[in-house]
């Protein structure tokens, strides 16, 4: 399967900055990534669909000003949370459509905002 | 809109007892359902799938059955490990072809020695 990195792991940040968060494809060509959010004992939330050289898909109630998607290459796309709130504080996944009806997961990114 | 229910955690366990984690759905169409599990530190892997009503899906002594009429999709270990500790997540993929995927809220399993 393919294997899907994220960087950062952590980070915090104070309100109003931004954060960039990196989703990577180690081993394999994603023309499409998904970027998910879960927030603590609850599900994983579809935020938006990333496809590669082309505008993302957002899900209904996500601010697209506020959650940048950037997929320029095959093996990266990039979420950028904008002057972050601590109600932003939450745990990101990515992952990538790979062979039919499977994703590959990154291991989520960590984002705590003070 | 498309939904799936767990059975809530946490889950603890002795090793070698019978594992069932309920997973229930309401889905327009048909779509496929699946259980992903994510140990502590990794990020969510496919356990098993089922595309299509009465398929059965298995992995590493894990199974589960795609009831149309009962819309369910319940895991099941004979005889679970110290190493199946970890969260079981159960979802569907909305359309057919497409990667969609709605998760349920996770179930935490602990397997005590």
């Known amino acids: 399967g393919a294997v899907v990195s994220q960087h950062p792991s952590r980070v915090i940040c104070k309100s109003g900055t931004s954060v960039k968060i990196e989703c990577r494809s180690l081993?394999?060509?994603?023309?499409?990534m998904f970027w998910y959010r879960q927030f603590p004992k609850q599900s994983l939330m579809l935020m938006a669909t990333?496809?590669?050289?082309?505008?993302?898909?957002?899900e209904q109630g996500v601010e697209k000003d506020k959650f940048l998607i950037n997929h320029a290459s095959l093996t990266l796309s990039t979420l950028t949370v904008t002057s972050a709130h601590p109600e932003d504080s939450s745990f990101y996944i990515c992952?990538?459509?790979?062979?039919?009806?499977?994703?590959?997961f990154g291991p989520g990114t960590r984002l705590t905002v003070l | 809109g498309n939904s799936v229910t767990q059975m809530e955690g946490p889950v603890t366990l002795s090793e070698e007892a019978f594992l069932t984690i309920n997973c229930t759905y309401t889905?327009?169409?048909?779509?496929?359902l699946f259980w992903y599990v994510q140990y502590p530190g990794e990020g969510l892997q496919l356990l098993l799938k089922a595309t299509k009503a009465d398929d059965k899906g298995s992995n590493k002594g894990f199974e589960a059955t795609y009831r149309k009429e009962t819309t369910s999709f319940h895991l099941e270990k004979g005889s679970v490990q110290v190493s199946d500790s970890a969260v079981y997540f159960c979802?569907?993929?909305?359309?057919?072809?497409?990667?969609?995927?709605?998760f349920g809220q996770g179930t935490r399993l602990t397997i005590n020695p």
């Open positions: 990333s496809n590669e050289g082309s505008k993302a898909t957002y």
């Open positions: 889905a327009t169409g048909y779509p496929s």
């Open positions: 081993d394999f060509q994603a023309t499409t």
């Open positions: 992952s990538l459509e790979a062979d039919f009806d499977e994703q590959f």
């Open positions: 979802a569907l993929s909305e359309r057919w072809g497409a990667q969609k995927l709605v």
